[in-house]
């Protein structure tokens, strides 16, 4: 069974950076489209950015130009920059690889909170 461990969550204040890593434990990431969600308390899940496996990726409107995502497959990683990092980015951050047939794979999610 395929695991996916999210890290580099944390606190850091507005306007810093943080970044965020999802390891898998098998080559899943190669074959796969990925995604970075996040939940903040009381809001539902929402997709945050995505890469395919061509590398094209997509992001929500509120972190474009703010939010980077990269995967490498040699090291079965997801990465997600954050720059420039506001309050209402405060979240935990999931990451997904999906499947198919509908289907996916969830990590156990990082906490970013974002405050001074």
């Known amino acids: 069974q395929v695991l996916l461990v999210e890290s580099g969550g944390g606190l850091v204040q507005p306007g810093g950076s943080l970044r965020l890593s999802c390891a898998a434990s098998?080559?899943?990431?190669?074959?796969?489209?990925m995604g970075w969600y996040r939940q903040a308390p009381g809001k539902q899940r929402e997709l945050v950015a995505s890469?395919?496996?061509?590398?094209?990726?997509n992001y929500v409107d509120s972190v474009k130009g703010r939010f980077t995502i990269s995967r490498d497959n040699a090291k079965n990683t997801v990465y997600l920059q954050m720059n420039s990092l506001k309050p209402e980015d405060t979240a935990v951050y999931y990451c997904?690889?999906?499947?198919?047939?509908?289907?996916?794979?969830w990590g156990q999610g990082t906490q970013v909170t974002v405050s001074s």
């Open positions: 890469i395919t496996t061509g590398n094209v990726t």
């Open positions: 098998g080559s899943i990431v190669r074959f796969r489209p």
């Open positions: 997904k690889a999906d499947l198919p047939f509908g289907s996916a794979i």
